[in-house]
């Protein structure tokens, strides 16, 4: 199984970008998959979540709004379409996959696969 991050990059404030999650070795439509952030010194935060079998997301607070995931079975691939960006959504972002989801779907714990992540990072 292998997950791949890209799309990452800098930006000014204000701006957008799309990360895309290109999954590998695995059917999509039988895994729930989210988004995490990290930043150097800090924990791990979970950012969003899809479940690909019926298309229910999740977000957390602080990017309700303004962040969009989605999945596209057919071209294994999960996005996270993220608006008006600001300088605390600095991170790398890594996206994780999980056939049988059981507890919090933003808990990295739940997980059993991720792959390289991609950084990104919002100017003021």
């Known amino acids: 199984v292998q997950l791949q991050a890209s799309g990452g990059g800098l930006v000014q404030t204000g701006s957008s970008l799309s990360l895309s999650c290109v999954v590998s070795?695995?059917?999509?439509?039988?895994?729930?998959i989210a988004w995490f952030r990290q930043v150097p010194g800090k924990e791990r935060e979970g950012v969003s979540y899809?479940?690909?079998?019926?298309?229910?997301?999740y977000y957390e607070e602080s990017v309700k709004g303004r962040f969009t995931i989605s999945s596209d079975n057919a071209k294994n691939t999960v996005y996270l379409q993220m608006n008006s960006l600001k300088p605390e959504d600095t991170a790398v972002y890594y996206c994780?996959?999980?056939?049988?989801?059981?507890?919090?779907?933003?808990?990295?714990?739940?997980?059993?696969?991720w792959g390289r992540g991609t950084q990104v990072t919002v100017s003021s």
């Open positions: 994780v996959a999980e056939s049988d989801l059981r507890g919090n779907c933003l808990d990295w714990g739940e997980y059993r696969y």
């Open positions: 070795g695995l059917t999509l439509e039988y895994y729930a």
């Open positions: 899809i479940s690909s079998t019926d298309d229910r997301t």
